[in-house]
């Protein structure tokens, strides 16, 4: 199960970079080169970019992401979602 969350963008971002940034961010950037061996057990907590659209009139985007709704602590603390 995810946790979906959609991210409104102005036209002078680029939404996918961005997006993906958010991503990893909230989840995984702490990791480094310490955790390799663990790499495809914390995969499990990486969230996702989804999908991201772009109106043609205003050039707004959305970006939707998928974060694992077991985050690690660490993590929960970050996005508030202890006791979830």
């Known amino acids: ?3 979906e969350v959609d991210y409104r963008f102005p ?3 680029d939404p996918h970079k961005q997006a993906k940034i958010i991503a990893v961010e909230q989840t995984v950037r702490t ?3 310490r955790f390799a ?3 495809a057990a914390l995969r499990s907590h990486l969230a996702e970019v989804v999908s991201v659209q772009t109106e043609t009139e205003t050039g707004h985007s959305l970006a939707t ?3 694992p709704k077991a ?3 660490k993590v929960c603390h970050q996005v508030h ?3 979830l």
């Open 81 to 83: 979602c202890v006791g």
């Open 71 to 73: 985050l690690p602590q």
């Open 31 to 33: 990791w480094d080169a």
């Open 11 to 13: 036209a002078s971002v």
């Open 1 to 3: 199960m995810t946790i």
């Open 37 to 39: 061996h663990r790499e």
């Open 65 to 67: 992401i998928h974060f």
